[in-house]
């Protein structure tokens, strides 16, 4: 397939903002891909050349690409660099190079959809010396062949940003319409779940059709999008929406006893008790601890053990201590297990902040003198796949029954999460206490009748905690700042994401209290992701998350989102979430509404 042809397809996609219209093309596109490729279109469509659950890194910059424009043209990086700054798009200013080059190639080729393809694709294998070059290289041969609007689109795609609006429910919508007799989203959105992948999900749709889709099913070393939970304001509250009321059982585990002082023993929060067969037989909530760590998935073979963080980042590499812990303390030949991994200090035995943990998740290198700085547990807290069955289907209580039948712990590395099962509130209520005292941000209540619905957010599994719900938001906009930090971004311009369009949209900015430091890692960050500069203001490709604490939510005309934060706080990077799991405009919404 000519790579124009697909081009043509981004035009009109651009050409609309019609939902609707979107879907339309889409289905229409996929209804005329041979089956063979429709993984490739799928992915290339969303401005992707690897499966969602796929962590690899192309490793392009927009510096990078910058530079790749110029090989391609022969212009200068300043002609390049000037037109970005006034179009506030690289792909645009391909483009536009493209149309002014002063080389020209005396052989030149058409683009093909799967050349371009694999070669972008190539680019995550890239490693060592040179490899930025390489880089450099490879992207310079798909431009030099590319004509101006080829060319956008091959830039807009190495750098993750299509910008066309397509979100996961039009692709999900597109994909029903375009091979499904009777559309059915539902099923649809269900192999999307399971899967993780629109290209595996399309093609089985449209060689298999609805029955095919219903037989796709989660599968080891390819994880999922985690279930999130909705906020609650208290533990009654909570106990209530999560199917309190029923007969309350035996404790799931013991509590955990804090010292007077506030200071917390790795005893004493990690010391669970003996879990008992019975304790989720009723339908009383179950309660468990809410620890600042990381949410993982671990996935298990008897050949290969990985950790995966909530945002799919494969994080095997840097935790070697959390995969020798799992493989000695459960019982399974496969398995596909969720947890909160959590750091703590070797000489207090007092839990770490995220931030001091997440230096891990980044850490490449000298991975064992840093897991020796900042030791960590994991905290065992559902089971989504054993020995290949699938238990996404499974109520809670069997899942966690099965989980603690094969969990045995030899050491703190891994321990099932703190927990009980009541319906009433004051045992509960004392529980949360105890969690706070111990030092973690409060409680999980889950309903342990419900199944595990992969990306969704649930009103069956709530946490309580004992302030306002901070936002994980973007950043899109920030300004240079003056005096002493001259050489420093502040002003950050903070983006909720519109889940219709996924793109972001404006909520406010945070001007006040980082530190000197968290600064100038934040520039550090940002810098790539200038996509345009007017005086001091850039406007940046949103890529980092961060977590916003705030006093308040208020409408607000002066934002494209409508509302605005009052007195927002910085409360560190958010590395294990991605940009899909940015706080959305409907939740900043349902926050607005319930204050």
Known sequence: MDYAALVAVYDRLASTQSTTEKTAILAEQLAET??????????????????????????????????????????????????????????????????????????????????VYDTLQSLADLDGAGS???????????????????ARYVVRTALGHLRLGIGEGTVRDAIAEAFLDEPDSEAVERALQVTNDAGVVAQTAASEGRDGLDDLELAVHRPVKV??????????????????GGEETDDAGSDADAPDDGTVSLDAFADDGDADAGAHE?????????????????????????????????????????????????DADSFVLEGEVLGYDPETERPVPFQQLSRRIKRKYDVEQLAAEVPVVLYAFDLLAVDGETLLEATLSDRVAELEARLEPEDLAVERMPNRTTADADEAAAFYEDALAAGHEGVMVKNPTATYQPGKRVGYMLKVKPTMEPLDLTITRAKWSEGRRSNNLGRLYLGCRDPETDEFRDIGRLSTGFSDEQLADLT????????????????????????????????????DSGYALRFPRFEGFRDDVGLDEVDSLERVERLYEDQ
Do not use: N
């Open 34 to 115: 041979p089956q063979e490729d429709l993984p490739m279109l799928v992915r290339l469509l969303r401005g992707q050349v690897f499966a969602a659950w796929h962590s690899a890194d192309l490793g392009v910059s927009s510096s990078l690409a910058s530079r790749a424009v110029a090989k391609a043209t022969g212009l200068s990086e300043d002609d390049i660099e000037s037109d970005w700054r006034e179009t506030g798009d690289l792909g645009d200013a391909a483009a536009r190079a493209v149309e002014k080059q002063v080389q020209q190639s005396l052989f030149s080729d058409p683009l093909t959809v799967e050349r």
């Open 132 to 150: 930025e070059s390489r880089r450099v290289d490879e992207v310079a041969g798909l431009l030099s062949d590319a004509d101006p609007d080829e």
């Open 227 to 244: 279930m999130l939970a909705e906020k609650s304001d208290s533990i009654a509250d909570a106990l209530a929406d999560a199917g309190g």
């Open 282 to 330: 009723g339908t009383a909530p179950l309660v468990e601890y809410k620890v600042d760590g990381f949410r993982a998935q671990v996935h298990a073979t008897p050949e290969e053990t990985r950790v995966f963080t909530r945002r799919l980042e494969d994080v095997t590499h840097q935790f070697p201590d959390v995969v020798a812990a799992v493989e000695d303390a459960f």
């Open 524 to 559: 550090e960050r940002l810098e790539d992701a200038i996509v345009a500069e007017d005086g001091r203001a850039v406007d940046l490709e949103p890529r980092e998350v961060i977590e916003v604490a705030y006093e308040e939510i208020q409408a607000s005309p002066e934002y």
